[in-house]
């Protein structure tokens, strides 16, 4: 997101992968990224002058199944903002 906004909502999307990568990059705008309860979630991003936020952690319950999705989030937030729900 360049100068603007994106919302992606992935709570109903389903995988047959392991792991599965995505790069979210902000630059003046922001990001707003939702993910299943039921994955598994790493975010690995880096904020410079903005903000790269993973709210998962709180809300989301623990799981013993390894066999879950795992998503890995990457990418930078320059004056901006990413938020992984």
Do not use: C
Not at 11 to 26: C, F, G, H, Q, S
Not at 28 to 49: H, M, N, Q, S, Y
């Amino acid at each position: 997101a360049i100068f603007g906004g994106v919302e992606l909502d992935l709570r109903p999307a389903a995988t047959k992968k392991d792991e599965i990568v995505l790069e979210a990059n902000a630059m003046f705008g922001g990001i707003e990224l939702r993910v299943p309860d039921t994955w598994k979630v790493d975010v690995r991003g880096a904020g410079i002058f903005g903000g790269y936020e993973d709210k998962t952690l709180d809300t989301r319950s623990v799981h013993q199944d390894d066999k879950r999705p795992h998503l890995v989030v990457t990418g930078y937030a320059f004056f901006g903002g990413v938020t992984v729900h």
